[in-house]
């Protein structure tokens, strides 16, 4: 396991290092780090679906108007994927330490204002700084883990845990609102996380090391890059999130998106004249760093639509209860941790290549299969199958895809690199949620347009066909996955580069 930093640091006024910490107490305060960023980043990414199957409770409590439930979703996903990159590089800025308390103190005070919110107004603004709350603390917990575990065999191990926890979040997210929906009430969505963040940041405190900032701190923060690159990802976010209302020919939809392209290229063209750059442009000619994020970006514009769409098919065709329905999502979880666990214990051998190219094309086998399903079908002989097929992929492929999209990164860019790889997660999240929903509700309105069919088949066939274009998205991704270098060209590489 790495060492601690804490563990070599001389005590003040002494100018002497002390001897190393025991291997026990190394090995607690590691594993420490470990489960607090890992319990962190589960409660982050649960609160991206948690509220979902919360919402009809939410707008028979509050009266909330349909423009208002859809904003209780979008104002979290805002706020998390416009600020994303901002927040990783605050870790690199002010140190992991101190963002991972700042974000999670603003994610638990938010999560505690929105149980009390008697309106829409109150919830959604909650929602939003939720939403910026995780947008600092989710690239701080992948930064704690690859500045603490720094030997490869520890970190791949860390990281592995890492990504199997942020998946079956994403997972679970429909099981535990259903849950406290159920037996405790649409409040409890929220409350939940205020316990589990005071213990977090008491935990924090205690075992996390201060580590160190970067010299200048805040002051050497670029304020024209960090302003245009928010707004332009916000801008796009919500370009794509306005889809699920308005064609994508509405200036709604394509207004965002063009401010969107012109705010990142003034962002680029900021980057290549500042002195202290938000993001050095040289890291985007990291081929193997580039190529994994967008091969993330294609498996979770796939893996999060896809969520969605099982969620609807199981209650609107199959009739399932907002508790059945988030049980039956339970096998994809156990998939999930067993995919990553197979990928952390191989990724020394392989290298993230094969099991990025395993996972995808497993993926993309199950979505084709799993499209198949039929309006009178089980969950048994339809869905389960498949389903295990697409979330045993997704959890072969993340864990790589996170070691590649980080690997060989200069410590003091971890932030930074952390921030990307969860930009581009994100991203494409929404962008799949986007394409895959129009989708559906276009093919489900042409089919009762064209008749001969009932409510129940036209969804089905919705549903289907937007499981198919998930598919193209996974065999774009596997596409993507066979450029990535072997890990003997990497080696080579490594090898032959300068000291």
Same mark, same amino acid.
């Given at each position: ?206 075992? =996390? ?6 010299? $200048?701190? @805040? +002051? #050497?923060?670029? &304020?024209?890059? /960090?302003?245009? !690159? %928010? ?42 004249? =500042? ?6 442009? $040289?890291? @985007? +000619? #990291?081929?193997? &760093?580039?190529? /994994?994020?967008? !091969? %993330? ?57 094969? &099991?990025?190219? /395993?996972?995808?094309? %497993? ?137």
């Amino acid at each position: 396991m790495g060492t601690s930093p804490s563990a070599v640091r001389p005590p003040a006024g002494t100018g002497r290092t002390p001897s190393p910490a025991p291997p026990a107490a190394r090995r607690l305060s590691t594993t420490a780090v470990l489960v607090i960023a890992c319990a962190a980043q589960f409660m982050v990414v649960l609160d991206v679906s948690i509220v979902n199957v919360a919402l009809p409770a939410m707008r028979a409590d509050l009266h909330l108007t349909p423009a208002g439930q859809q904003w209780i979703v979008n104002a979290y996903t805002l706020g998390f994927a416009g600020l994303l990159l901002l927040g990783g590089r605050l870790a690199d800025l002010i140190g992991p330490r101190r963002a991972f308390l700042t974000g999670l103190g603003v994610f638990t005070l938010a999560s505690l204002a929105g149980g009390l919110a008697d309106g829409a107004g109150p919830l959604i603004a909650a929602r939003a700084a939720q939403g910026i709350g995780g947008a600092v603390l989710a690239p701080a917990t992948l930064t704690l883990i690859m500045t603490t575990f720094t030997e490869p065999r520890a970190r791949t191990r860390a990281m592995g845990a890492w990504s199997a926890v942020m998946a079956a979040g994403g997972a679970a997210g429909a099981v535990v609102g259903g849950l406290l929906t159920e037996y405790a009430g649409w409040r409890w969505v929220l409350f939940v996380n205020v316990p589990v963040g005071v213990a977090l940041f008491l935990a924090a405190l205690a075992y =996390v090391p201060a580590g160190a900032a970067r010299r $200048g701190g @805040l +002051r #050497r923060m670029d &304020l024209p890059g /960090a302003a245009t !690159v %928010t707004a332009g990802l916000t801008a796009l976010v919500y370009g794509i999130i306005s889809t699920e209302s308005h064609g994508w020919g509405s200036p709604v939809v394509w207004g965002p998106l063009a401010a969107a392209v012109l705010l990142l290229a003034a962002f680029t063209a900021i980057e290549s004249r =500042v002195a202290h750059p938000l993001v050095p442009l $040289g890291i @985007l +000619r #990291r081929r193997t &760093l580039v190529t /994994a994020n967008l !091969v %993330t970006m294609l498996a979770g514009a796939a893996m999060f639509a896809m969520w969605f769409v099982l969620s609807l098919y199981f209650q609107q065709v199959l009739g399932y209860s907002a508790v059945r329905a988030g049980l039956a999502f339970v096998a994809g979880s156990a998939a999930i941790i067993a995919g990553s666990q197979i990928a952390t214990r191989t990724i020394t051998r392989t290298g993230p290549r094969p &099991l990025l190219v /395993a996972g995808t094309l %497993t993926s993309t086998v199950g979505f084709v299969w799993l499209s198949r399903f039929t309006p009178d079908g089980g969950y048994l002989t339809d869905v389960l199958g498949p389903f295990v097929l697409c979330t045993l992929g997704m959890g072969l492929s993340m864990m790589p895809a996170t070691v590649a999209a980080t690997g060989g990164v200069p410590r003091e860019e971890a932030g930074l690199a952390s921030g990307l790889a969860n930009t581009f997660r994100q991203v494409g999240g929404a962008v799949g949620l986007a394409v895959l929903a129009t989708v559906a509700s276009h093919t489900t309105a042409t089919r009762l347009a064209e008749g001969g069919v009932d409510v129940p088949q036209a969804l089905t066939a919705g549903f289907g066909r937007a499981l198919l274009v998930g598919a193209l998205f996974t065999a774009c991704a596997l596409l993507g996955a066979l450029t990535l270098p072997t890990r003997r060209a990497a080696a080579a590489k490594a090898a032959d580069a300068p000291a």
